[in-house]
Nanobody, 116 residues
Framework: QVQLVESGGGLVQPGGSLRLSCVAS????????MGWYRQAPGKQRELVAT???????NYADSVKGRFTISWDNAKTPMNLQMNSLKPDDTAVYYC??????????WGQGTQVTVSS
């Protein structure tokens, strides 16, 4: 089992920045990829960005050029640097971990609100 804990959410003005972090504990050696997803009120959860243990990244078109995902290894936090934030980025952001045993792990979520 893997436990994921997010931090770093909050309230920020449009154009501002936030950095989200996700710390994994438990059987972290089984993780081969991690990522961030978000869910806005009344909408489905959507992919924001993913990163593999080899460093391959993938971003949603809506965040390309503004968000940067980083992750060195299972013993270090996975981070999401979010710049030039827009009101449409407002959502609960969830950390996700994928394991070699085909399990999908989720954190509890952290709220990001972009508003003036």
């Amino acid at each position: 089992q893997v436990q994921l804990v997010e931090s770093g959410g909050g309230l920020v003005q449009p154009g501002g920045s936030l950095r989200l972090s996700c710390v994994a504990s438990g059987s972290i050696g089984e993780l081969y990829a991690m990522g961030w997803y978000r869910q806005a009120p009344g909408k489905q959860r959507e992919l924001v960005a993913t990163i593999s243990s080899t460093g391959n990244t993938n971003y949603a078109d809506s965040v390309k050029g503004r968000f940067t995902i980083s992750w060195d290894n299972a013993k270090t936090p996975m981070n999401l640097q979010m710049n030039s934030l827009k009101p449409d980025d407002t959502a609960v952001y969830y950390c996700n971990g994928k394991s070699l045993t085909r399990n999908d792990y989720w954190g509890q979520g952290t709220q990001v609100t972009v508003s003036s």
